[in-house]
């Protein structure tokens, strides 16, 4: 006999100005189960656990936790009835220790006057030590790779003990090592007895750690099944309502001469030691690793966004310094970086000002003003041209979703008319059918002569989009592959070279 729902939320809708963001949709979540939730970016997943998070007002429906319906008006009183999430943007205090951040908000007190920091270090070490999680305690966040943060985060949301915890996104910023290690603490968790909501675009993941899956689409409800009824390309099918026969665009740059030159190139605050390489007007090289490789490193030094102690960039034969992230624009030269939240958006203004903001110099009209009919068309063909779903430009962009978000970023750097791209995770975050598009896009850009160099934790992602890869390992180059003529299997073998 089935379990009855230890969650449930019943005909949700929200509607935001000019959108209607969920429409009557229905989830329903057993104990002792993962239930998936999926869809495009904007189909609706993360408002739907907003509003049970209580980080949103629903306009209609009911949710109902253990029997009972709630009104939850805020993630606090989520939390303390025992609903927590772990959100796929990061949210935390980066100048305060990982103790600090995991008991923020609720510190352990003696008396019920003074903070206990013994209390506080005793209850981390045993959390983490429940959950085998390695990260010192006493390091300030700041100073965590992404993957260790996102790991805090995880120990944060099942220290509060929840019968429902929400993973929006969990794997995005994980190492495979790290992602087995994250089902293990889920499985752990259902065999507790908890509901685990699992949001991912990750579709290897939902088939194996899902018992049933639902799924969304622009906002409605389309479908609820078992996992182990699902295949991929049914998933997808439902996710797009049409048939996507490939999952990469076909191949139709040609990779010519060589516009730029990287020799020796040292990082000084970095692990990043002697990285040579080249790449060739119309190619996309990517780069693969494992976390912590140096691989990221390459792309910001390049970008001046880290500061080199050696080596030599040249940009067709010319030697350029590149010094900080201005020359480098000024260079040809553009960025987009791995995590958009943090480093990508300004989050609180809207579409235009963020598409605009790195080339304002062109819009100057007479030295003094703006040109606003200018920035306007500008604008508007990069919604227009990266697809991207928004009620208008004056829609604050931190609340699109993330593939939309990343779609703004790439419109903002296309309008710079680079020579060189560089893409550190372009994909993180983003649907089937979003990364369809980007992938398109990225091609393109390379049958028009551009150089992109794309860094990705996902190997079919590089096999499937790039002319060669290099590897990066302990932060030395471990090798070059051509992509035609590689295999996972090669590419892993060389990132472990210097670990």
């Known amino acids: 006999m089935e379990q009855p729902a230890l969650l449930e939320m019943r005909n949700i809708s929200k509607e935001f100005p000019g959108v209607k963001a969920l429409d009557n949709v229905s989830l329903a979540v057993r104990p002792g189960t993962v239930h998936a939730l999926m869809g495009e970016n904007g189909a609706g997943k993360s408002t739907l656990m907003k509003c049970l998070f209580g980080i949103y007002a629903k306009d209609s429906g009911t949710i109902t936790l253990d029997g009972q319906e709630v009104h939850f008006k805020s993630s606090k009183e989520a939390l303390e009835n025992g609903v927590a999430m772990v959100h796929q943007e990061l949210n935390q205090a980066l100048t305060r220790t990982v103790t600090d951040n995991l008991w923020l908000g609720r510190y352990p007190k003696v008396g019920g006057v003074m903070v206990?920091?013994?209390?506080?270090?005793?209850?981390?070490?045993?959390?983490?030590?429940?959950?085998?999680?390695?990260?010192?305690?006493?390091?300030?966040?700041s100073t965590l790779p992404v993957s260790q943060r996102q790991m805090v985060e995880i120990a944060k949301a099942v220290s509060y003990d929840a019968k429902v915890i929400v993973f929006d996104e969990p794997t995005s910023s994980l190492t495979e090592v790290e992602v087995e290690h994250l089902f293990r603490i889920i499985n752990m968790l259902r065999q507790k007895g908890c509901g685990i909501i699992y949001i991912s675009h990750?579709?290897?993941?939902?088939?194996?750690?899902?018992?049933?899956?639902?799924?969304?689409?622009?906002?409605?409800?389309?479908?609820?099944?078992?996992?182990?009824?699902l295949t991929m390309e049914e998933i997808i099918r439902l996710m797009v309502g049409r048939e996507l026969t490939n999952r990469f665009p076909p191949k139709e740059n040609v990779p010519g001469e060589v516009i730029l030159e990287v020799e020796h190139l040292s990082g000084k605050y970095t692990r990043l030691e002697?990285?040579?390489?080249?790449l060739h007007k119309g190619e996309i090289l990517g780069i693969a690793g494992l976390d912590g490789s140096g691989r990221t490193e390459v792309l910001e030094t390049l970008f001046g966004a880290m500061t080199r102690s050696g080596g030599t960039i040249r940009l067709h034969g010319k030697e350029i310094r590149n010094k900080?992230?201005?020359?480098?624009?000024?260079?040809?030269?553009?960025?987009?970086?791995e995590e958009r939240r943090a480093t990508g958006i300004f989050g609180i203004r809207d579409i235009r000002d963020n598409t605009v903001i790195s080339n304002l110099k062109s819009y100057l009209i007479g030295g003094i003003c703006l040109n606003e009919k200018k920035m306007k068309a500008d604008t508007d063909w990069a919604i227009q041209a990266m697809h991207i779903k928004t009620p208008s430009q004056k829609t604050q962009i931190r609340s699109l979703s993330g593939g939309n978000q990343q779609k703004v970023i790439i419109g903002r750097w296309l309008?710079?008319?680079?020579?060189?791209?560089?893409l550190d995770e372009p994909t993180r975050g983003i649907d089937v059918g979003a990364?369809?598009?980007?992938?398109?896009?990225?091609?393109?850009?390379?049958?028009?002569?551009?150089?992109?160099?794309?860094?990705?934790?996902?190997?079919p992602e590089l096999l499937g989009v790039c002319d060669r890869i290099l590897v990066m390992s302990g932060g030395k180059l471990a090798g070059e592959v051509d992509a035609k003529n590689t295999s996972q299997e090669e590419i892993l073998t060389l990132a472990a070279k210097y670990v």
């Open 202 to 229: 990750k579709m290897e993941e939902i088939l194996r750690i899902s018992d049933e899956v639902t799924i969304m689409r622009d906002g409605q409800y389309v479908a609820t099944k078992a996992a182990k009824d």
């Open 415 to 422: 309008l710079t008319k680079p020579e060189v791209l560089l």
């Open 435 to 459: 990364k369809y598009e980007i992938y398109d896009l990225i091609i393109d850009l390379a049958k028009e002569g551009k150089g992109v160099i794309m860094v990705s934790s996902e190997m």
């Open 274 to 278: 002697d990285a040579s390489f080249q």
């Open 116 to 141: 206990s920091e013994r209390a506080m270090r005793q209850r981390t070490k045993e959390i983490f030590d429940q959950l085998e999680v390695h990260v010192d305690p006493r390091a300030v966040m």
């Open 324 to 337: 900080n992230p201005g020359e480098s624009i000024k260079n040809g030269f553009a960025l987009l970086t």
